[in-house]
């Protein structure tokens, strides 16, 4: 499997990584034995990272991924990524609950430390206002002063959901070299621009920004928590965009389908290659429920980026604004 540059940390990540979250679900719900199933195959097959939170089934998801890592050598072991989401009580101790917070992940997952921690918590919108992030004694601050001081992790992300506004002055500040960013078929205004009056979120090229201030960039939710990739409807799929729900996302997913025809792949296929077409793209998370899920990826990125003419028949939908 190819690996990009993820931003300036260094570190090269494959195009797909393995996401522990509660929308895919196999690292929460899937017996051990299928478990390490699914970890063997993905690291035969190239992908060198995994990516989690505490939030994740309660800790689930990261206890299930470190009884993986106990049952593997540690030689050849993915790359690890968790999160921290910090509630409103917190930011009068800022330092203290992040040190808690990734104290409790490192013991769940087993390790010493791990790659890449993240500030899980939407910007704005309800979520963490801009100056607790960037003030002094702010929540960027003490990432800072926690990889500082005890040398238990790498590198610093935060998940860019909430108001496009101030996310985009925190990636244009460069304080965190990692940014997880909503991109997919159905809203695609992270990476391209969409006309005035788009009914869902505008992340305003949020993906060129963060590879100018040389931000490592993880696309997640490329199948929209599952409406790009199946008609089928699990009970997970929950909009992250603020002004979204799911019969909107399933009418964009109908026009998007009927605009693209079936020439690239499944729905799945398709939706990951377009991920996939965007050069500052680090990485692509997916979620999985079974192994059939993995399977149909793997298909997928071996078909390679989706081609221009595809995006070009898409772009037609985007500037009628997908409804």
């Given at each position: 499997m190819n690996r990009r540059p993820?931003?300036?940390?260094?570190?090269d990540i494959s195009e797909l990584v393995i996401g522990g979250g509660f929308v895919g679900g196999i690292l929460l719900q899937e017996d051990l034995e299928n478990r390490?199933?699914?970890?063997?195959?993905?690291l035969a097959a190239g992908i060198n990272w995994i990516d989690t939170a505490p939030s994740y089934g309660n800790g689930r998801s990261e206890e299930s991924i470190g009884e993986l890592l106990?049952?593997?050598?540690?030689?050849?072991?993915?790359?690890?990524?968790?999160?921290v989401r910090?509630?409103?009580g917190d930011l009068v101790d800022v330092r203290g609950a992040l040190e808690r917070s990734l104290v409790g992940s490192l013991t769940r997952l087993g390790v010493d430390?791990?790659?890449?921690?993240?500030?899980h918590n939407p910007i704005g919108a309800g979520g963490l206002d801009l100056d607790a992030v960037l003030s002094s004694g702010g929540v960027a601050d003490g990432f800072d002063w926690l990889r500082d001081t005890f040398d238990v992790f790498d590198h610093a992300g935060f998940t860019a959901v909430g108001q496009p506004k101030d996310i985009r002055t925190i990636v244009d500040m460069?304080?965190?070299?990692?940014?997880?960013?909503?991109?997919?078929?159905?809203?695609?205004?992270?990476g391209y621009a969409v006309p005035a009056g788009w009914t869902s979120t505008d992340f305003g090229g949020l993906i060129g920004a963060a590879a100018k201030s040389g931000m490592g960039v993880m696309n997640i939710r490329i199948f929209a928590a599952g409406v790009l990739a199946t008609t089928v409807r699990h009970g997970r799929e929950i909009p992250i965009t603020v002004d979204a729900d799911v019969a909107a996302e399933e009418a964009r997913a109908a026009r998007v389908w009927a605009a693209l025809?079936?020439?690239?792949?499944?729905?799945a296929q398709a939706a990951l290659r377009f991920g996939l077409a965007n050069p500052d793209v680090s990485c692509i998370v997916i979620g999985l429920a079974e192994m059939a899920h993995f399977d149909e990826a793997l298909a997928g990125h071996a078909l390679g980026p989706?081609?221009?003419?595809?995006?070009?028949?898409?772009?037609?939908i985007w500037d009628e604004d997908v409804r």
């Amino acid at each position: 499997m190819n690996r990009r540059p993820l931003g300036r940390t260094g570190l090269d990540i494959s195009e797909l990584v393995i996401g522990g979250g509660f929308v895919g679900g196999i690292l929460l719900q899937e017996d051990l034995e299928n478990r390490l199933a699914l970890y063997d195959r993905a690291l035969a097959a190239g992908i060198n990272w995994i990516d989690t939170a505490p939030s994740y089934g309660n800790g689930r998801s990261e206890e299930s991924i470190g009884e993986l890592l106990n049952h593997r050598p540690k030689e050849g072991r993915p790359h690890i990524s968790t999160k921290v989401r910090l509630d409103p009580g917190d930011l009068v101790d800022v330092r203290g609950a992040l040190e808690r917070s990734l104290v409790g992940s490192l013991t769940r997952l087993g390790v010493d430390r791990v790659d890449l921690f993240q500030l899980h918590n939407p910007i704005g919108a309800g979520g963490l206002d801009l100056d607790a992030v960037l003030s002094s004694g702010g929540v960027a601050d003490g990432f800072d002063w926690l990889r500082d001081t005890f040398d238990v992790f790498d590198h610093a992300g935060f998940t860019a959901v909430g108001q496009p506004k101030d996310i985009r002055t925190i990636v244009d500040m460069g304080r965190f070299a990692t940014a997880q960013i909503y991109y997919n078929l159905i809203n695609p205004s992270a990476g391209y621009a969409v006309p005035a009056g788009w009914t869902s979120t505008d992340f305003g090229g949020l993906i060129g920004a963060a590879a100018k201030s040389g931000m490592g960039v993880m696309n997640i939710r490329i199948f929209a928590a599952g409406v790009l990739a199946t008609t089928v409807r699990h009970g997970r799929e929950i909009p992250i965009t603020v002004d979204a729900d799911v019969a909107a996302e399933e009418a964009r997913a109908a026009r998007v389908w009927a605009a693209l025809g079936e020439d690239h792949g499944t729905p799945a296929q398709a939706a990951l290659r377009f991920g996939l077409a965007n050069p500052d793209v680090s990485c692509i998370v997916i979620g999985l429920a079974e192994m059939a899920h993995f399977d149909e990826a793997l298909a997928g990125h071996a078909l390679g980026p989706l081609p221009g003419e595809a995006i070009a028949k898409l772009r037609s939908i985007w500037d009628e604004d997908v409804r």
